[in-house]
C-alpha cells in the first residue's frame, strides 16, 4: 500500500457508507446528481449522510476522516443546508491535541474541522438516531433535528466510519448489527425513501454487515473497506496526533480531489480501488467487496477534472496494532528518561490487559468444548461465516454486559470472532443456552480483577 495514494483511486462520493458517524444529507447538488444517476429523465433531489461512530483521542482518524469528507462534497456545489453531520466531536478541542481546534487528514494537511456542523454530537451520535436519519424520523425532526427527506425519485449516499467486529459496527456507547442496518433499509426502499442508495462504509468486517443480509434488489448499492472475517488498515502515523486516516478511505478522498471523473462508473472507481487495497501485499488481509445491486455501479461520478497526483504515502498497518505500534515509536523517540519510564509502564499495562483476555477466552472455550467438539485453538483463532445470528447476538451482549465493555475496550472487541466460532458449533438451542450461561458465570468470577485492567486496549 506503499503507493496507495499515488493510484487514482475512484471517488466514493457516490457511495453510502455507515462505520465513523458523521451523518451529512445533501440536497440539489448538480454533482452528485450527474453522478448518481446520470439518466437524463433525474428530476429527483440528491441526499448524503456520512456517520462517524467513534469517540476518544486515540481513534482520531475516524473523524478526521469524516470531517475530510465534508469538506470535499461541501468543495464540490452540495449546500450546506443539504448536509447533515453525526460525529462525536471531541477531537479538535482535546487536551491531547497540540493545535486546538486543528484536526487534518493527512501529514502536514490543511484543516478539516473548520466549518463542519453539529447536527448530532457527543450523546447523540447512537445507533438509533443513526437509524432514524435515514427513515427520517419525525420525532426527530420535531426536535428540530435534521433528518432524511428523500423520496421516490430521489439518491442518496451515506458513509460510516468507525470500529466493526463481525455483522456489528460500533458507536460510543453501544452498537448496530448488520441485521438491523438492512432492515432498515429494506424499509426505506419499502416506503419509497430513494430512487437509488450508494452506501460506503470504511470498518473492520464491513462486508459481514451485508453478506446474505442485503437483498439485490432494493436499488441499494455497497461498497465496503472490508471483507466479511477481515480487518482493515489504518494509516499515517504523526507524532502527537496518532493515525490520521485509514487507506480506504484516504484512497477514494484523495481521488475525489484529484481526478476527473466526467468518464469514470462507480465500477470504474471500485476497480481501481481493488486493483490497490486488494492486490496490494501490505493488505493481505483486506480486500474491499461489492453487495446489492450492482448495476448501480455503471452510473458515473462526475466531478472537476483532475490535479496532478501527489507522490504522497500512506503507509498501511492493521487497526489492531495501531496503539502498540503508536506507544513502541514514541519510546523510540524520545530522550527523556521519565517519559520513557511512563510510556513503558503504559506499554507493559496494555500488554497485561490483553493476555488477561486471552487467559480469560482461552479458559472459557476450554471449558465449553465438550459443546462444541472443536479444539480450542482453533476456536479462538479460525474465522468461520457466522449464520448463526440469534447465537451470536446473545454472546455478543452477555460479553458486553457481563464480562468487558467492548466500546471501551477494543482489544476484546477484536475478540468477537470466537463468539462466532462458537455458535457454528452450536446447532442445539439448549446448548447455546447452557453456554451463555457458562459465559455470564464466568464474567462474574471476573469481580474486581477486571478493574485491574482497564487499558485493554
Known amino acids: 500500500m506503499n503507493h496507495m495514494i499515488q493510484y487514482y483511486l475512484p471517488v466514493l462520493l457516490l457511495t453510502v457508507g455507515l462505520v465513523v458517524c458523521l451523518l451529512f444529507v445533501v440536497a440539489n447538488a448538480v454533482p452528485f446528481g450527474q453522478y448518481l444517476g446520470s ?8 441526499w448524503a449522510v456520512l456517520c462517524a461512530g467513534s469517540n476518544t483521542w486515540d481513534n482520531y482518524r475516524h473523524q478526521a476522516d469524516l470531517y475530510h469528507a465534508y469538506q470535499v462534497i461541501k468543495a464540490h456545489g452540495i449546500p450546506e443546508d ?24 493527512k501529514p502536514k494537511g490543511p484543516d478539516v474541522y473548520k466549518g463542519v456542523p453539529k447536527h448530532y454530537t457527543g450523546n447523540d451520535v447512537t445507533p438509533q438516531n443513526f437509524l432514524g436519519v435515514l427513515r427520517g424520523d419525525e420525532l426527530l425532526a420535531r426536535d428540530g433535528k435534521k433528518v432524511l427527506k428523500s423520496g421516490p425519485n430521489d439518491h442518496v449516499f451515506v458513509y460510516f466510519v468507525d470500529h466493526g467486529s463481525p455483522d456489528l459496527i460500533q458507536f460510543p456507547k453501544t452498537y448496530l448489527h448488520g441485521e438491523e442496518l438492512a432492515k432498515e433499509l429494506i424499509a426505506m426502499h419499502k416506503n419509497n425513501k430513494f430512487a437509488k442508495l450508494v452506501f460506503y462504509i470504511e470498518a473492520c468486517y464491513s462486508g459481514s454487515m451485508f453478506e446474505t443480509l442485503l437483498p439485490k434488489d432494493i436499488n441499494v448499492y455497497v461498497a465496503t473497506s472490508s471483507g466479511p472475517n477481515e480487518s482493515s488498515y489504518l494509516c499515517w502515523d504523526v507524532p502527537k496526533l496518532g493515525y490520521l ?12 480531489e ?7 462508473t462507480l465500477q470504474d472507481q471500485y476497480n481501481f ?32 477534472a483532475p490535479t ?21 515509536k514514541r519510546i523510540e523517540a524520545t530522550n527523556d528518561v521519565h ?28 471449558s465449553i468444548k465438550h459443546l462444541t467438539h472443536m479444539d480450542t485453538n482453533a476456536i479462538l483463532t479460525t474465522k468461520q461465516d457466522l449464520t448463526n445470528r440469534p447465537c451470536y447476538r446473545r454472546f455478543v451482549d452477555t460479553f458486553h454486559q457481563k464480562c468487558f465493555n467492548i466500546n471501551q475496550h477494543t482489544y476484546a472487541f477484536n475478540k468477537l470472532n470466537t463468539f462466532v466460532n462458537i ?4 446447532t442445539d438451542s439448549n446448548d447455546v443456552t447452557i453456554a451463555v450461561e457458562h459465559l455470564e458465570m464466568s464474567c462474574t468470577k471476573l469481580g474486581t480483577r477486571q478493574a485491574h485492567f482497564e487499558a485493554i486496549l
Not at 486516516?245 to 475525489?256: E, I, M, Q
Not at 496532478?308 to 513502541?328: G, M, R
Request: proline share 5%.
Open 39 to 46: 439518466e437524463s429523465s433525474f428530476n429527483g433531489t440528491n
Open 82 to 105: 443539504n448536509i447533515i453531520v453525526m460525529h462525536f466531536d471531541d477531537i479538535a478541542n482535546n487536551k491531547e491535541n497540540p493545535t486546538p481546534g486543528v484536526v487534518i487528514n
Open 245 to 256: 486516516s485509514d487507506p480506504y478511505t484516504a484512497a477514494w478522498l484523495y481521488n475525489s
Open 258 to 264: 484529484h481526478k476527473d471523473l466526467t468518464k469514470e
Open 273 to 304: 480501488i481493488a486493483d490497490v487495497i486488494n492486490k496490494s501485499d501490505e493488505h493481505d488481509e483486506q480486500h474491499s467487496h461489492q453487495y446489492g445491486d450492482l448495476s448501480i455501479a455503471k452510473l458515473p461520478v462526475v466531478l472537476p
Open 308 to 328: 496532478p497526483v501527489s507522490n504522497e504515502n500512506c503507509k498501511a498497518i492493521p487497526s489492531d496494532e495501531a496503539v502498540i505500534h503508536l506507544i513502541q
Open 339 to 366: 517519559e520513557k519510564h511512563s510510556l513503558l509502564k503504559q506499554l507493559s499495562e496494555i500488554l497485561k490487559g490483553r493476555q488477561f483476555v486471552n487467559n480469560f477466552l482461552n479458559q472459557y472455550v476450554d
Open 423 to 426: 455458535c457454528q458449533q452450536l
